[in-house]
């Protein structure tokens, strides 16, 4: 799972939070992210990115809301 955030490119204009969805995006796109596995909890995403909790989660809030990804309570 560590090579999924380390293609991830943060670079360019626009919202972080935006790039970043797209980066996670892009990662499902070419099956660097399997379906039905999952994220690491976003406190461990965001150090591992370099970014804050805020903005992994409004990423993730917005792929759920897109149907992109499923949020299971309790699931990990």
Known sequence: MQAL?????LSGT???Y???KAGIRAA????????????PPE??????IGVSRVTV???????TGEGI???RRGAG
Do not use: K, Q, T
Request: no cysteine; hydrophobic share 50%; net charge positive.
């Open 57 to 63: 989660r409004r990423a993730i809030a917005e792929l």
């Open 18 to 20: 935006r790039r970043l």
């Open 28 to 39: 499902i796109a070419r099956s660097a992210l399997e379906g039905g596995a999952a994220l």
């Open 14 to 16: 626009g919202p972080l």
């Open 69 to 71: 990804l499923n949020r």
């Open 43 to 48: 406190r461990d995403l965001a150090v591992r």
């Open 5 to 9: 955030f380390d293609d991830i490119d």
